[in-house]
């Protein structure tokens, strides 16, 4: 049992308020998954050719202090990547003229205790271990400013509560995804993806699921036509919501067995695994609330 939730802002002055509003919808879903939580966010792409990856220090003796300006100065060194960071607290935000495939080969040398999470123009991502409250509360989510976001708590059922095991997890670049529920195929998922170079970092079921849909994505197919080609190939209980640069989707296994709950207004559209999660966003009381059909895409623009 793990909480999902998204927010998309459709007027543009309530971007400023994306993590505030966030924040208690977030907390709101602790007692779905008290052990670990995160946030993917979504806001204007980097100019040109910068690109940037999510940086976890954590597991680096010392990461609560870790030195990201040593970090960036050697990046700079060794590959001219133009780098700069911006930290919030046992993450790192790097940003650089490479591509971020490059950058994650050279900080995999640099220090391999550290964990790229993310990467692309778009997307910034931070999770970690601790309940939902303590979790925002320390990288700051409620001052967060952007278009769209998801988010998770989780209650880990088959695989142990780790930062990187928390979600969301991304595959490829600006792309995530947060998952309730559980797979009964992941390793063979794994297997079918094997053969075209795509590895894993974790035994989470959930970054199987990742894996695919952004294979489909970087083969060509639009995102409903990738969520099609996962119903025949996910096999279990799900409700994902995934969240790309200009879309925030949402679907369900054809049994729906894992809640969900859609809020939308003209303002927003706001998703969570249960309506309490929902019930402090402005003008909710005169939204078009609504359950997910099972099997069903739900897709919104940024």
């Given at each position: 049992?793990?909480g999902?939730?998204?927010?998309l ?23 779905r998954?008290?052990d670990?939580?995160g ?9 040109g ?38 930290v919030?607290?046992k993450?790192?935000?790097?940003s ?5 495939e ?10 391999p205790?550290?964990?790229v999470?993310?990467?692309g ?32 708590t989780?209650?880990a059922t088959?695989?142990?509560?780790t ?11 600006d ?12 390793n ?22 990742t ?6 994505l ?22 994902f ?17 894992k ?9 927003y ?6 309506f309490?999660s ?5 003008d ?11 099997e ?7």
């Open positions: 049992m793990c999902i939730v998204g927010l802002v459709k007027k543009p002055a309530l971007r400023e308020q994306l993590g505030q509003l966030t924040v208690p919808m977030l907390i709101g879903m602790t007692e998954g008290p670990s939580a946030l993917a966010i979504f806001t204007p792409p980097l100019t050719s910068r690109k940037k990856v999510s940086v976890f220090s954590g597991d680096v003796e010392g990461g609560d202090h870790y030195d990201w300006h040593a970090l960036v100065r050697a990046l700079n060194q060794a590959l001219n990547a133009q780098a700069e960071v911006a919030k607290g993450h790192g935000i790097v650089f003229a490479l591509e971020p490059a950058v994650r080969t050279w900080i995999k040398g640099y220090e205790l550290l964990k999470f993310s990467a123009k778009s997307i910034d991502l931070y999770k970690d271990v601790g309940t939902p409250a303590e979790v925002a509360a320390r990288y700051g989510f409620g001052n967060f400013q952007g278009t769209h976001l998801v988010a998770h989780r209650m088959e695989s142990t509560v930062p990187d095991r928390a979600h969301p997890f991304t595959a490829g670049e792309f995530c995804l947060v998952h309730n529920g559980s797979l009964s195929n992941p063979g998922i794994r297997r079918m993806l094997a053969p075209y170079g795509i590895g894993f970092d974790t035994d989470n079921d959930t970054e199987a699921a894996r695919f849909l952004e294979w489909r970087r083969e060509g197919d639009a995102l409903k036509d990738a969520l099609q080609k996962g119903f025949a190939v996910l096999d279990g209980f799900y409700t919501l995934m969240g790309t640069p200009t879309e925030l989707a949402l679907i369900r296994d054809p049994f729906a067995c809640p969900a709950v859609v809020a939308e207004t003209d303002d559209v706001a998703i969570a695994s249960e309490r929902l019930a402090h966003l402005p909710v009381r005169n939204a078009h609330v609504f359950e997910p059909a099972p069903e895409m739900y897709v919104w623009q940024a």
